[in-house]
């Protein structure tokens, strides 16, 4: 099996910063892209960056500039720290992985949400 475990969310007020954590673990090969979304209440759910194998960098246009996406292999771990957290930003935060689970298989694996709230 394959399990995301997904760490760092909480409260901080407005400007301040968290950087959340998501580590793939279980049976697998390797893993591939990784990316974050999140999803407010009464919203759809947004991605906000994504990372490649070779480290390739895609952000939404509400977090350029102030969150970074980055990933360490040897851990299975992709990270998002932010930085100058809005009101907006309060969601609940979701990891997505895509995993090879072996020679022939691979899959998006999603990890437990995690909330990230900024008071107004």
């Known amino acids: 099996h394959v399990q995301l475990v997904v760490s760092g969310g909480g409260l901080v007020q407005a400007g301040g910063s968290l950087r959340l954590s998501c580590a793939a673990s279980?049976?697998?090969?390797?893993?591939?892209?990784m990316s974050w979304y999140r999803q407010a209440p009464g919203k759809q759910r947004e991605l906000v960056a994504a990372?490649?194998?070779?480290?390739?960098?895609n952000y939404a246009d509400f977090v350029k500039g102030r969150f970074t996406i980055s990933r360490d292999n040897a851990k299975n771990t992709v990270y998002l720290q932010m930085n100058s957290l809005k009101h907006e930003d309060t969601a609940v935060y979701y990891c997505?992985?895509?995993?090879?689970?072996?020679?022939?298989?691979?899959?998006?694996?999603w990890g437990q949400g995690t909330q990230v709230t900024v008071p107004s």
């Open positions: 990372i490649t194998n070779g480290g390739s960098t």
């Open positions: 279980g049976r697998f090969f390797s893993t591939n892209a």
């Open positions: 997505n992985v895509h995993i090879s689970v072996n020679w022939k298989m691979a899959n998006d694996y």
